[in-house]
């Protein structure tokens, strides 16, 4: 099929089931998709040679390519965790959402992670160089990119992905989510790596939905504030404001992630340090110079917060917030703001970024839509009915 790798997910494994489009063909399509735009792109670290066999199609990601952060372990490939001291280590196991993939029939295109953290993934999927790939969230590695690229990612409920193989960074933190280029794809995605066939249903009625500007909207860009202000216009959303006990979240989540992080990488840390970027460096230094006694008011605060939250909701389904303060920052040396992204990843609740918009300068930017913890299925549901209804195509 001609520009087989510009097909989303679920259309694609409809036609391999279907016998008009074979897994060979989409992974052929991807892989010359690639080899075109990499050079430009940089998306990868690395890229698989050979795939194992393709056995007939009895599973939901059979034939499906995708791109898988370099922080999850993988058997047959490289996993340099984004980092010189693991130049060349090879793991004896895949990481559990790297073999939940395969067993669900997913094809590991290879390893991603350049412009960092979860950028590369973002990029490829952007690009059409794959369908679907993983990223984390620790701050707002996985929303955050996904509104630079103009494409839809899924945070969903804090481990409702399993988290073993993967690289820790701050324990009670760390998230593993997915990207696609359209929410049916990534519920398809998460539904077929938990086999929970409930993250695919749609809404029988129009969600009620909360605009909520958080704490942090002194940092949004005009641009975003315009696309906030004009989905609002159209999803005729209420104007929706936190209670007090949500105030100063950022600060809370800055001191578990500082504590967390420096012991996660104590040897790295102790052993390396001539070997870590300096910002990352210092954010282990000031973790374990923090007063343990902050790390624990900051947990005490965190679990308050997440015990009120579905009832701070009250009868919205969904609220709806920046999914980043604004455009992509230009050049290499910042990934961005993550003020929009800390305090829904310290609550642990789902998350969805939906394209939304452009800047005046034609960059992208998305929205995201928060959900209750446990309540993927809902928060999916009503990210769909927002993305048609904004009419944004990743």
């Known amino acids: 099929m001609l520009d087989a790798f510009r097909l989303g997910a679920k259309h694609a494994a409809k036609l391999i089931e279907r016998g008009e489009l074979t897994a060979e063909a989409l992974l052929a399509s991807c892989r010359e998709r690639i080899a075109q735009r ?10 698989a040679r050979e795939f194992p066999h393709l056995n007939p199609p009895r599973a939901p990601l059979f034939g499906m390519p995708i791109g898988v952060k370099d922080i999850f372990d993988t058997h047959d490939m490289p996993t340099a965790y984004g980092s010189p ?15 939940l993939t395969r067993r669900a029939g997913g094809t590991i295109m290879g390893k991603t992670t350049p412009g960092g953290s979860s950028s590369g993934s973002a990029a490829a999927v952007a690009d059409f160089m794959v369908p679907l790939a993983f990223g984390t969230q620790t701050a707002g590695s996985l929303i955050r990119p996904a509104s630079y690229c103009g494409i839809v990612a899924f945070k969903p409920t804090f481990n ?39 993250l695919e249903t749609k809404l029988d009625r129009a969600p009620r939905i909360g605009v909520c500007r958080t704490y942090e909207w002194d940092r949004v860009q005009p641009e975003m504030r315009q ?14 404001e936190l209670a007090k006990r949500y105030k100063g979240l950022r600060e809370s989540h800055t001191a578990i ?32 110079a923090l007063d343990p006694k902050d790390y ?10 997440r015990a009120q939250f579905a009832e701070t909701l009250g009868d919205y389904d969904v609220l709806l917030a920046p999914a980043a303060t604004g455009e992509a920052p230009k050049g290499l040396s910042s990934t961005g703001d993550v003020a929009m992204n ?21 960059m992208p930017l998305g929205l995201q839509v928060i959900g209750r913890i446990g309540d993927d299925a809902r928060t999916l549901a009503c990210a769909r009915w927002i993305a048609d209804k904004l009419g944004t195509r990743a």
């Open 85 to 99: 001291i693991y130049a060349g280590y090879r793991p004896r196991a895949d990481a559990a959402a790297v073999a």
């Open 342 to 362: 800390v305090v829904w990843t310290l609550l642990h609740v789902p998350c969805v970024a939906v394209p939304a918009a452009k800047s005046p300068s034609g």
């Open 257 to 288: 992630l500082w504590y967390e992080i420096a012991r996660s990488l104590a040897d790295e840390f102790t052993r390396f340090p001539d070997q870590l970027d300096a910002a990352l460096r210092q954010r282990c230094a000031d973790g374990f």
């Open 160 to 198: 409702a992905i399993a988290r073993a193989g993967l690289k820790p960074g701050a324990d009670s933190l760390d998230t593993v989510g997915v990207y696609g280029r359209s929410v049916e794809d990534v519920a398809f995605f998460t539904a077929a790596l938990t086999n929970r066939a409930e």
């Open 296 to 305: 624990v008011r900051a947990q005490h605060h965190a679990a308050d917060c």
């Open 227 to 240: 696309a906030l202000e004009d989905a609002r216009r159209t999803l005729r959303a209420d104007e929706f």
């Open 38 to 47: 990499e050079p430009e792109v940089k998306a990868w670290t690395f890229l």
